[in-house]
């Protein structure tokens, strides 16, 4: 007789489990493995995945016993924090989703969770810092407003904008504690004092609602059709006590990459971000620093993150993909998965690790089996003009192809040829139009952002954060380096170095043999 699985786990402070991904997902399992093995993990409880199936089954009603898991995990969280969930010591946490299989950045998450006005106070008396207080309330109210209400994210853009155009500064880091707090307090009138509970409980049930509802909706339906996902099941819910990387200058969030993602070159790769939540940096919100500028401020840090890196991939015998964040100097974990790689990076990959002993010839052939061996080339660009201008790659290759602005363009103009996807910043929604183009050219972002993931999953050459470059939509014209394009025009982009030129370039191909060799000596073995 099959035994029955809990409808809840936890992990982290005194919880030992495992937690099986079938059951509890991707997410929850990486955190409890990490946990083991004496990895900083903010400690937290999960909620099965059957939940969702029932969830959705039953017309989006949560199943009777949810109430009480949630009360019995956050009893947890108290007892490993110290701290009070809506009380005047304020326990705070994030509600994420978190599948048995891996689909970057495609559903929701709400942080910053139990941020009720009696909390803030409690936490400006816990840190002494009120700044840090009502910059979690105020991204407390976007992210509950957006993601639990719904709202359009352009009517909270808008209240910033007034904010820093009132306080004469560029961004919100130069707002003050004032200027936050009139802000959240703005927001709040936008929406009326009942969309936002008073009640941390309250809060905690409708963010949860919130991420069982986002297995269903369009973007997430669109990714499981484009990877050929027929039966997922569902999501669960991952809730964990917040670390904050917005509470001081020697804090800030980030991403990394135990090995280059589209090279396959050994060592980590990093983003980081001063002054960020989880979510800054893997949403594409905020352009990040590489790991030599955390490496000049912070350098005892950045070791930490390159020798948990190092025993993560030895652990998980695979290059992982990696969230983190540092709270005044300290290194939690907040997610560890198998990292999305592009083709060429795949190859060099499985072969590395083949070479240093870590997995066998038949896990290498294993690992290589969507690979096209037989087309796999390297593409160097050989231009005859100087670049327009450069970004920052997060996906090699080089490719050619009209420039589109929307959608609808890309799609009536693939028909005709290549195209590239000319946009402010990619997000998750923007998948579609990715599935139609050769490659992607953002003026902001970061390399390592979901959307970017997805991206140089599919193939797709892709270079963000091209400071050049600025779109006209309206008229349908873009300037790169101070050129102005109209929409159709070929523009190259080359994924190696970063480099955006006008018009088509020509091209080197070479194959990597020594590679090639390797592998196909696999074959039999």
């Known amino acids: 007789m099959r035994e029955e699985m809990p409808r809840m786990a936890m992990f982290g402070h005194t919880a030992r489990e495992p937690v099986p991904a079938g059951a509890f997902g991707n997410k929850a399992a990486g955190l409890a493995e990490m946990a083991a093995l004496g990895i900083p993990v903010p400690p937290g409880f999960v909620l099965n995945v059957e939940i969702c199936e029932e969830f959705h089954r039953d017309g989006g009603v949560l199943p009777p016993d949810v109430p009480g898991l949630l009360g019995r995990g956050i009893a947890f969280l108290e007892e490993a924090t110290d701290l009070s969930f809506g009380g005047a010591r304020p326990l705070l946490v994030s509600v994420r989703s978190g599948a048995p299989l891996s689909m970057p950045g495609i559903m929701e998450t709400v942080l910053d969770v139990g941020l009720t006005p009696d909390a803030v106070r409690g936490l400006i008396a816990l840190t002494g ?8 309330c105020w991204r407390f109210v976007q992210n509950f407003g957006t993601t639990v209400l719904g709202r359009d994210p352009a009517v909270y853009a808008g209240l910033q904008q007034r904010a820093l155009q009132a306080a004469g500064v560029p961004s919100l880091a130069g707002l003050d504690s004032f200027s936050l707090r009139d802000l959240v307090r703005a927001a709040v009138e936008e929406e009326g004092e ?5 009640d941390a409980h309250a809060q905690l049930t409708a963010a ?4 069982l509802e986002s297995w269903m909706r369009p973007r997430a339906l669109s990714y499981r059709q484009m990877n050929l996902i027929r039966d997922g099941g569902g999501t669960a819910v991952c809730v964990q006590a917040m670390v904050f990387g917005n509470i001081g200058p020697r804090s800030g969030a980030g991403v990394g990459f135990s090995r280059n993602p589209w090279t396959g070159e050994p060592g980590a790769l990093v983003d980081f971000a001063f002054g960020a939540q989880g979510e800054d940096v893997v949403s594409g919100a905020v352009s990040a620093a590489s790991e030599e500028g955390l490496r000049r401020t912070m350098p005892e840090v950045c070791r930490r993150i390159a020798g948990t890196a190092r025993i993560l991939e030895a652990h998980f015998r695979d290059m992982q993909d990696f969230e983190f964040t540092v709270q005044e100097g300290a290194l939690y974990l907040l997610q560890t998965r198998s990292g999305k790689r592009a083709p060429l990076a795949a190859l060099r990959i499985a072969v590395d690790l083949w070479r240093e002993g870590v997995i066998t010839a038949a896990e290498g052939r294993e690992r290589l089996r969507e690979v096209d061996l037989d087309t796999l080339l390297v593409r160097v660009p050989v231009p005859d003009t100087p670049p327009l201008a450069a970004g920052t790659p997060a996906s090699g290759g080089v490719v050619s192809g009209a420039a589109v602005f929307s959608a609808e363009t890309a799609e009536r103009a693939a028909e005709r040829g290549p195209v ?5 910043i990619l997000s998750p929604d923007d998948l579609p139009v990715v599935g139609l183009s050769a490659g992607v050219l953002t003026a902001r972002g970061s390399r390592t952002s979901h959307a970017a993931v997805v991206a140089r999953q599919m193939g797709r050459v892709c270079i963000v954060n091209c400071a050049g470059l600025s779109i006209d939509r309206k008229n ?8 102005s394009l109209s929409e159709g025009d070929v523009i190259s982009l080359d994924g190696g170095s970063g480099q955006v030129y006008a018009g088509e370039v020509a091209v080197v191909e070479e194959r990597p043999l020594d590679l090639l060799e390797v592998a196909e000596g696999w074959s039999g073995g």
């Open 476 to 483: 349908h014209r873009c300037l790169i380096g101070g050129e």
């Open 208 to 211: 949860t609602v919130a991420v």
């Open 420 to 424: 590239i996807y000319v946009c402010d």
């Open 194 to 198: 009942a969309a936002f509970p008073a």
């Open 129 to 136: 810092n009120p700044r840090f207080a009502w910059n979690s």
